[in-house]
């Protein structure tokens, strides 16, 4: 049985003590198909100029073991060992921004001999809020907006939410109605609030406008999938008075049993994102005003919560997210061959 090594890509600065990821590579490095998996993480000065750069054929990586762990102050990764890229067979992205498209795109060139996971270039392409207008039947009413006149022909419609194409984690979302203007949960009048919009519009290539829900209060639902299986979800519940359920708007998270619908979300948007080379993605979900849940959000750079299911689930989500991960670089190394 051919076994694999792989070199995940990481940033433990950016991370808390209950980052899932780590809980994940202590699975991985104990199952039958693994040789190696080491870790390097941007927050390794060592690391610097590849982390600006990604065209070097060496970095500073600490493989994982049973005494693997995680401090703030990382210094687990004091004694990382230089190691080859091209030895491994895997290069799994578990990082945050700030990544450009551009960098995305020069790890998918510089190292096109390993299976990455996900793809640079399917985190690109599916990344954008672009994307989801590949899904109009599955959203809230959605279009892209070039223009304040974009804007306005939405507003004569409904309430509306103007989301940044490359933004993340509730920063930068704008939600207009016919009196006042959120920028986050920052409230102005409206002519004063349009004129921000125009300002930040300036600077953006578009926007993409999705219908506000009233229902948004009933929370944001996280499903994960890893390899086109649903493996848990949280409810993400803003806090109150405010509209934004992101946790780090201050929302709180609890678990989530996930519906039909949701089921056949992830059933429709699965194949296209593995055909764009993503494996493991999450999206959110907001009940509409017929009270249905539908697709606001497809998030492939850096997904987390796998912890959090298990432990609000009970179920192993971590050991199958292990497995699912496995099986993916056993049977797509193998036919590469």
């Not at 993480?41 to 970095?59: E, H, Q, V, W």
Request: proline share 4%.
């Amino acid at each position: 049985m051919k076994k694999y090594r792989v070199l995940v890509l990481t940033d433990h600065s950016t991370h808390g003590k209950n980052e899932s990821i780590y809980s994940l590579l202590r699975m991985m490095s104990k199952h039958p198909l693994c040789v190696e998996i080491s870790l390097a993480t941007r927050g390794n000065s060592k690391n610097s100029a590849f982390f600006s750069d990604f065209d070097m054929p060496t970095i500073f990586a600490k493989r994982i073991d049973e005494d693997f762990y995680y401090t703030e102050a990382g210094d687990w990764f004091e004694d990382s060992k230089c190691v080859v890229i091209s030895e491994f067979d895997a290069l799994f992205l578990r990082i945050d921004r700030p990544l450009t498209d551009d960098q995305l795109y020069k790890i998918e060139r510089n190292y096109r001999e390993l299976l990455i996971i996900n793809s640079p270039g399917g985190i690109v392409e599916t990344g954008s809020k672009r994307f989801l207008l590949n899904f109009p039947e599955l959203c809230p009413d959605i279009t892209l907006c070039h223009t304040m006149a974009d804007i306005k022909e939405q507003l004569e419609k409904f309430p509306i939410v103007l989301k940044p194409l490359h933004g993340y984690g509730g920063t930068g979302l704008i939600r207009i109605d016919a009196k006042k203007v959120f920028f986050e949960n920052k409230k102005y009048n409206y002519e004063p609030g349009m004129a921000l919009v125009a300002d930040y519009l300036k600077h953006s290539e578009a926007m993409l406008s999705m219908r506000y829900l009233k229902n948004v209060t009933e929370g944001d639902k996280r499903v994960l999938v890893v390899g086109g299986k649903i493996l848990g979800a949280t409810l993400r519940l803003p806090p109150k008075g405010s509209w934004l359920c992101n946790l780090n708007q201050g929302g709180t998270a609890s678990y989530a049993k996930v519906d039909e619908r949701e089921y056949e979300i992830a059933e429709a948007i699965s194949p296209i994102l593995r055909r764009h080379g993503v494996l493991i993605f999450g999206f959110d979900t907001l009940v509409d005003d017929d009270g249905v849940r539908c697709l606001s959000e497809i998030n492939t750079l850096n997904v987390g919560g796998l912890v959090q299911a298990e432990e609000f689930s009970g179920e192993p989500v971590v050991k199958i997210a292990s497995e699912l991960l496995w099986t993916y670089i056993a049977e797509t190394k193998t036919a590469s061959h």
